[in-house]
């Protein structure tokens, strides 16, 4: 089973953009998809985008297209999660979580990022 | 996009009393409905995958059924220690989660 562990928290100015890491360890990197989901103060969870890095490939939610970029570096076994045009309601923890290429639920989540967008 | 409606959003219960919440989703899903417990200040952990499996090490009072679009989670004989907010995952399309429960426990 992986381990998860993100960058620390960050303060960003409106406008600005953050980039979160998640680095894997204790099994293949590429085995596993890797997913980006935050939570609001206070509020519920939401799915933002994954990356599959055996395929290359990326996938984000409809209200994200455009400002969220989703990269991986295998040589390192990270994950990053960039977040551009930053608002105040983006102020968010941050985690990333990892499923099989095959078995699709969250078995192993990070530690979360909180991410504040203050001027 | 699938939405997820859970209920309740919130309920206040006694040790040992048996708690249900249900999951329903907008349209048929299959199995692919998982559920998460979140307690302050940590990251959510897998407590039921594919509607009714067990995760590794979860406690046996922890319980899932359903299918298509309506699924349950209960926990019987409920511990202090099971206060948190439970959420419904579903992997059947591009993810998306309930808008969780939040247990107290009296």
């Known amino acids: 089973q992986v381990q998860l562990v993100q960058s620390g928290a960050e303060v960003k100015k409106p406008g600005s953009s953050v980039k979160v890491s998640c680095k894997a360890s204790?099994?293949?990197?590429?085995?596993?998809?890797f997913s980006w989901v935050r939570q609001a103060p206070g509020q519920g969870l939401e799915w933002m985008g994954k990356?599959?890095?055996?395929?290359?490939?990326?996938n984000y939610a409809q209200r994200f297209l455009g400002r969220v970029t989703i990269t991986a570096e295998e040589s390192t076994s990270t994950a990053y999660m960039e977040l551009s045009s930053l608002r105040f309601e983006d102020t968010a923890v941050y985690y990333c979580?990892?499923?099989?290429?095959?078995?699709?639920?969250?078995?192993?989540w990070g530690q979360g990022t909180l991410v504040t967008v203050s001027s | 996009e699938i939405v997820l409606t859970q209920s309740p959003d919130f309920q206040s219960v006694t040790p040992k009393e048996k708690v249900t919440i249900t999951c329903r989703a907008s349209?048929?899903?299959?199995?692919?409905l998982h559920w998460y417990q979140q307690k302050p200040d940590q990251s959510p952990k897998l407590l039921i995958k594919?509607?009714?499996q067990s995760f590794s090490g979860v406690p046996s009072r922890f319980s899932g059924s359903g299918s298509g679009t309506d699924f349950t989670l209960t926990i019987n004989s409920l511990e202090a220690e099971d206060a948190a907010t439970y959420y419904c995952?579903?992997?059947?399309?591009?993810?998306?989660f309930g808008q969780g429960t939040k247990l107290e426990i009296k």
């Open positions: 979580a990892s499923e099989t290429t095959v078995l699709r639920y969250f078995e192993t």
């Open positions: 204790g099994d293949t990197f590429t085995n596993y998809a």
């Open positions: 990356i599959i890095p055996i395929f290359g490939t990326t």
């Open positions: 349209q048929s899903i299959g199995s692919s």
């Open positions: 594919y509607a009714s």
């Open positions: 995952h579903q992997s059947s399309s591009l993810p998306t």
